[in-house]
Every structure is written in C-alpha cells, then in structure tokens.
C-alpha cells in the first residue's frame, strides 16, 4: 500500500511558478511509474505529466514546455516544477502511483494523493 501526500498548491498571478511536491510513504515508488493529474472544476480529471521508473517523462499537450516532471526515489518523491502558469491551469493537481508501465489513463493508476488546489489569476 502505499500513501501519497500532495503539497505545493497556493495563489500565483498569471505567468507565474509553483513547485508541486508529492511525498510517498507506506513502501518505496522506486519501481512505480508515478504521474500528476488535475482536475478543472466541472470537467475530467486529466493527465498532465508522468514519469516511469526508469526516469523517462511525459506530457499532456496543453504542457508546451511550461512545466517539469521529476522524481527523487531516495526521498520517495515526486514534483512538478510549474512556470508560466495560465488561468487556465487553474485545478485540483493530484500525484498518482501505479505498478507498472506509465500510463495516461486515470483508471490505470491505483494509489492517489488527496490533490491540492492550485489558483492561477489573470
């Protein structure tokens, strides 16, 4: 079992950063393929970065280069590094862990943080 604790979240002016920090405990993610989703208030959560255990990342499309992905197996953490942020990026972030191959799909994921509230205004 393992249990991930999200922090980072706040009020940023538009073009702005934040630093997502997503803490695990309850066994290593060393070998977990681990992703950051959001939610937008009324819509689907959605996919917005992910990284396999290998260290190989990914990104949704509407990411253009904006943030950055990385994990920290030693201190079993994962981050998302936020620059230029939009109004649009204005969401719930969650961390999501699963055993195996990344994924983009929300289903695919088995363990999930509590989310944080990011406010990007314009």
């Known amino acids: 079992q393992v249990q991930l604790v999200e922090s980072g979240g706040g009020l940023v002016q538009a073009g702005g950063s934040l630093r997502l920090s997503c803490v695990a405990s309850g066994r290593t993610i060393r070998g977990y393929s681990l992703a950051w989703f959001r939610q937008i208030q009324g819509k689907e959560r959605e996919f917005v970065a992910g990284?396999?255990?290998?260290?190989?990342?990914h990104y949704g499309d509407f990411v253009k280069g904006r943030f950055t992905i990385s994990r920290d197996n030693a201190k079993n953490m994962l981050s998302l590094q936020m620059n230029n942020l939009k109004s649009t990026d204005t969401a719930v972030y969650y961390c999501a862990a699963r055993d195996g191959v990344w994924a983009t799909d929300v289903s695919q994921y088995e363990y999930w943080g509590q989310g944080t509230q990011v406010t990007v205004s314009s």
């Open positions: 990284i396999s255990f290998s260290g190989n990342t």
